[in-house]
């Protein structure tokens, strides 16, 4: 059985630092895997997408890196700014369905 | 990316009574649907994967006849939580992709379901 996990719990960082998210699954036959931001109730906005044969993706400040021989992938946040204050969540995509971890809350300080 | 709307995005209803929720795929045609429930400050749980044109397959310990899916086209997905009780109160969120297993999932933005 597939299981997700995401290390920290929560992180609080003063404005402008990098920092790195941390993801690890059990099982490594994955689809892809898929890092999502959610908002205090709200809904989960797509970050960024990692095809099961690609090792990284970035999107402006944020790179997200895929190791599926190890289970692990990290997603780097450059010069961390407060609108970046939210839930990330990492999730895999295995035998049809998305497995979740837990999350990280991050709140960046002004 | 892809736009999933989910309606409505808050509900109240009394013990006893039923709800319904729509998840929509604006701008894609989704064969596959997934509902979700998400419990304060935990993960998103997988109920069901929504088939259109065929019957839901759930999750195990997920309730067929409580929680009603219903995926009659390509863009339409609805869950009716029916015999609504206080444990049923959460925060529902939907789910479609626009194309087999390999491709993006996009997410509504919710639906907090608050039964009194």
């Known amino acids: 059985k597939q299981e997700v996990t995401q290390i920290p719990a929560a992180l609080s960082v003063p404005e402008g630092e990098n920092l790195v998210l941390n993801c690890s699954f059990t099982?490594?036959?994955?689809?892809?895997l898929q890092w999502f931001r959610q908002d205090p109730g709200k809904g989960l906005t797509s970050l960024l997408l990692i095809q099961s044969s690609q090792r990284e993706q970035t999107s402006g400040r944020l790179n997200a890196s895929l190791d599926k021989s190890s289970g692990r992938s990290t997603l780097y946040i450059a010069a961390s700014q407060p609108g970046d204050s939210a839930t990330y969540l990492c999730?895999?995509?295995?035998?049809?369905?998305?497995?979740f971890g837990q999350g990280t809350t991050l709140q960046v300080k002004p | 990316g892809a736009v999933v709307s989910q309606h409505p995005s808050r509900v109240i209803c009394k013990s006893g009574t039923s709800v319904k929720i729509e998840c929509r795929s604006l701008?894609?045609?989704?064969?596959?649907m997934f509902w979700y429930r998400q419990f304060p400050k935990q993960s998103l749980m997988l109920m069901a994967t929504s088939n259109e044109g065929s019957k839901a397959t759930y999750e195990q310990g997920v309730e067929k006849d409580k929680f009603l899916i219903n995926h009659a086209s390509l863009t339409l997905s609805t869950l009716t939580v029916t015999s609504a009780h206080p444990e049923d109160s959460s925060f529902y969120i939907c789910s479609a992709r626009q194309g087999g297993m390999n491709t993006e999932a996009f997410f509504g933005q919710g639906t907090r379901l608050t039964v009194v």
């Open positions: 099982d490594s036959a994955i689809y892809n």
């Open positions: 999730a895999v995509h295995n035998t049809g369905k998305l497995i």
């Open positions: 701008d894609f045609q989704a064969t596959t």
